[in-house]
């Protein structure tokens, strides 16, 4: 079983739609959530950022944790073609050293 | 802006030709980080630097090497490529301390190709 858990989709949405990204994983320790947003060959981009448990709102998007069910959201409202990408999701927390544990990704389509 | 670069964007090489890639950050960051990342796969961490402290990862081959001459920058050399390294290299950065330590920051990577 990996660590992190990402439907990779694709996923295909019209315009406008709610999208709802998600993420299991298996480790309780961690404690800092993320969730990035790459565009076909280009970097990740840090979309959102969340400590421990709890809703976090920037704009159109919203991350959710839910460490009780070990289970993290990204909602993003009123979708746009240019949302179309691949996001990940990604957690730390489990030492000292800062590294990150990445789902696959979700590959997202909006479509016009 | 502050931010991470990389260079080149995309470099050809042949099979077993040494090939040195390049990461500079205007951030100021402790921490440096290489990812391999293949298509529909997430980013895999090959090593990273604290400061001057180099960390690699149980599973990254010895093929693999890097070198942080200073803070701003830091290089990934593939000393023999295989067709198997053909990927995407990605660079990243974090404070490594304080507010917002595990948020990394990452360069728009480089694309190499094994022939």
């Known amino acids: 079983q990996k660590e992190v858990e990402q439907d990779p989709g694709p996923l295909s949405v019209p315009e406008g739609a709610i999208v709802s990204l998600n993420c299991t994983y298996s480790n309780s320790a961690f404690q800092y959530f993320m969730w990035y947003r790459q565009y076909s060959r280009k970097g990740p981009e840090l979309l959102m950022y969340?400590?421990?448990?709890g809703n976090k709102e920037d704009g159109r998007f919203t991350a959710q944790v839910d460490k009780s069910s070990k289970y993290i959201s990204l909602f993003i409202r009123d979708s746009q073609p240019s949302d179309s990408a691949t996001y990940l999701c990604a957690m730390s927390g489990l030492d000292s050293s800062y590294k990150l544990i990445f789902g696959s990704g979700t590959r997202l389509l909006v479509r016009p | 802006d502050a931010m991470v670069i990389q260079n080149p964007r995309y470099q050809v090489t042949q099979f077993g030709k040494p090939v040195t890639l390049s990461c500079s950050q205007t951030?100021?960051?402790?921490?440096m980080y290489w990812y391999q990342q293949k298509s529909s796969q997430a980013p895999k961490l090959l090593f990273h630097?604290?400061?001057?402290?180099?960390?690699n990862e149980a599973d990254t081959p010895d093929n693999f090497q890097s070198r942080r001459p200073n803070t701003s920058f830091c290089f990934l050399d593939i000393r023999s490529p295989g067709l198997g390294d053909a990927a995407m290299y990605l660079c990243?950065?974090?404070?490594?301390?304080?507010?917002?330590?595990?948020?990394?920051?990452f360069g728009p990577g480089t694309r190499l190709t094994v022939t």
């Open positions: 951030l100021n960051h402790n921490v």
């Open positions: 969340t400590y421990s448990s």
């Open positions: 990243a950065t974090s404070r490594g301390g304080g507010i917002g330590a595990y948020e990394q920051y």
């Open positions: 630097y604290y400061d001057k402290d180099f960390n």
